[in-house]
């Protein structure tokens, strides 16, 4: 079966910090593979997404980026961070076809002080 | 531009009560994909259903039924007889295609309806 890890947990980064957030899958191969942030008032953001290793697309202009260096890993990266930064953020993957369900990692709560 | 309006921020209900969470949707595609999911206060994100464009049927799942109406673009979430372990955000999602082929796609996401049950 298919499984998705998004680490860590909880961070706790100051103004101006680099930030990286993994997140990999494992059981499938090829997947879509995106990048969402909940901030406060709850709504989802989707922030980049991609197809394949090495395509990425943003969908909102940013202070992040994101990078798929392998098959079935996810990074979303800042060189510095901004207190709007703060949020949930969740990695989620799909099967490439069939508007198959996108199933969502635990996310991981960040915290720019 | 897709868009997911949930109109109910937040519901109070008493345990077994029935309650239906609302979704409104808008989208050009003609043919596209609607979600619902359910994030509980430990935060992850569980698929609860998927449903096609073209397949306007109601289905029923134990206590879990859903109503797509495309002439309205609704696609309305009840839960009958409530339990506390119901309590959570509720969102509804739409596809919307990505790239060429058709085979790719990205989900736009409501704000969400906070539903909690008291016992």
């Known amino acids: 079966s298919q499984t998705i890890h998004q680490w860590p947990a909880t961070l706790v980064q100051p103004v101006g910090s680099p930030l990286s957030l993994e997140c990999t899958v494992e059981g499938t191969s090829n997947p879509n593979l995106y990048w969402y942030r909940q901030a406060a008032g709850r709504g989802l953001q989707l922030l980049f997404y991609?197809?394949?290793?090495?395509?990425i697309s943003s969908e909102v202009p940013q202070n992040l980026s994101a990078s798929r260096p392998q098959d079935r890993q996810f990074i979303l990266s800042s060189k510095k961070l901004l207190l709007s930064d703060s949020g949930f953020y969740l990695c989620?993957?799909?099967?490439?076809?069939?508007?198959?369900?996108?199933?969502f990692g635990n996310g991981t709560r960040l915290t720019v002080t | 531009a897709q868009k997911v309006t949930q109109a109910q921020t937040e519901i109070s209900v008493v345990e077994k009560e029935d309650v239906t969470l609302d979704c409104v949707y808008e989208?050009?595609?003609?043919?596209?994909?609607l979600f619902w999911y359910k994030q509980p206060p430990s935060g992850e994100l569980v698929f609860l259903i998927r449903r096609n464009s073209f397949d306007e049927q109601n289905e029923i799942s134990g206590r879990y039924s859903w109503n797509f109406q495309k002439s309205t673009s609704s696609f309305n979430f009840t839960i009958t007889a409530s339990q506390v372990v119901d309590s959570a955000v509720y969102f509804c999602?739409?596809?919307?295609?990505?790239?060429?082929?058709?085979?790719?796609?990205?989900?736009?996401f409501g704000k969400g309806t906070l539903l909690t049950v008291n016992p």
């Open positions: 989620a993957w799909s099967r490439g076809f069939d508007n198959s369900p996108l199933h």
């Open positions: 989208t050009r595609d003609t043919t596209y994909y």
């Open positions: 999602a739409l596809s919307e295609a990505v790239g060429s082929g058709g085979s790719n796609y990205k989900l736009t």
């Open positions: 991609s197809i394949g290793i090495g395509q």
